[in-house]
């Protein structure tokens, strides 16, 4: 009798023992997929401060008369920021600025949504990529942004449904066509 007891508690008990490695092994995959996630290196409100400096950048590299007058039109307002998230529209056109974060609370992308159409709108939209580049990148050549995001856009706008990518310093930079528009994007390279 006693026999017969032992074995029905360890039949009780066996599921659980099988429970708890289950919970173990997943515990560790997620933390090994933590570790290995990549952030940029800068919270969305880092991010969203320091944009009106690498606008007023672009704008004087392209020798725009106007920087004072057109600058605050792209401001990402980081009191408005919900926590831990970076979402904002900037300029006449409303250009969207997105990011996703990483485990660590950091921007793991940042992406630029071109969903109006028009010269204004495309105009604003690499405006935004490549001040957005300028902040996230370091190794890459400044002068040679502008050639290479248009490349890029015009890429994958003649290539429909295809990623079009470029690796600057150790960051990945993409143009794709999505059902809400153009997306240009920053992140680490794999």
Same mark, same amino acid.
């Given at each position: 009798?006693?026999?017969?007891?032992?074995?029905?508690?360890?039949?009780?008990?066996?599921?659980?023992? =099988?429970?708890?490695?289950?919970?173990?092994?997943?515990?560790?995959?997620?933390?090994?997929?933590?570790?290995?996630?990549?952030?940029?290196?800068?919270?969305?409100?880092?991010?969203?401060?320091?944009?009106?400096?690498?606008?007023?950048?672009?704008?004087?590299?392209?020798?725009?008369?106007?920087?004072?007058?057109?600058?605050? =039109?792209?401001?990402?307002?980081?009191?408005?920021?919900?926590?831990?998230?970076?979402?904002?529209?900037?300029?006449?056109?409303?250009?969207?600025?997105?990011?996703?974060?990483?485990?660590?609370?950091?921007?793991?992308?940042?992406?630029?949504?071109?969903?109006?159409?028009?010269?204004?709108?495309?105009?604003?939209?690499?405006?935004?990529?490549?001040?957005?580049?300028? =902040?996230?990148?370091?190794?890459?050549?400044?002068?040679?942004?502008?050639?290479? =995001?248009?490349?890029?856009?015009?890429?994958?706008?003649?290539?429909?449904?295809?990623?079009?990518?470029?690796?600057?310093?150790?960051?990945?930079?993409?143009?794709?066509?999505?059902?809400?528009?153009?997306?240009?994007?920053?992140?680490?390279?794999?």
């Amino acid at each position: 009798m006693k026999e017969n007891l032992v074995r029905i508690a360890l039949l009780l008990l066996f599921p659980l023992f =099988l429970l708890a490695a289950c919970d173990r092994s997943i515990d560790e995959r997620l933390a090994a997929k933590a570790a290995a996630e990549k952030s940029l290196g800068i919270s969305p409100s880092t991010f969203a401060a320091n944009f009106d400096g690498a606008i007023r950048d672009v704008l004087e590299d392209r020798k725009n008369g106007d920087v004072d007058r057109l600058a605050p =039109l792209y401001r990402i307002d980081a009191s408005q920021l919900e926590k831990h998230t970076l979402r904002a529209e900037v300029g006449p056109s409303q250009t969207a600025i997105l990011g996703s974060l990483a485990k660590n609370g950091d921007l793991k992308s940042v992406g630029v949504m071109l969903s109006s159409p028009g010269e204004g709108a495309r105009a604003e939209f690499l405006l935004c990529a490549e001040a957005a580049s300028r =902040l996230l990148t370091t190794g890459g050549d400044e002068k040679k942004l502008p050639d290479m =995001l248009n490349r890029l856009l015009t890429n994958a706008l003649n290539n429909p449904g295809e990623r079009m990518t470029e690796i600057v310093d150790d960051k990945l930079l993409s143009v794709e066509i999505l059902k809400q528009g153009v997306m240009f994007q920053i992140e680490h390279a794999q």
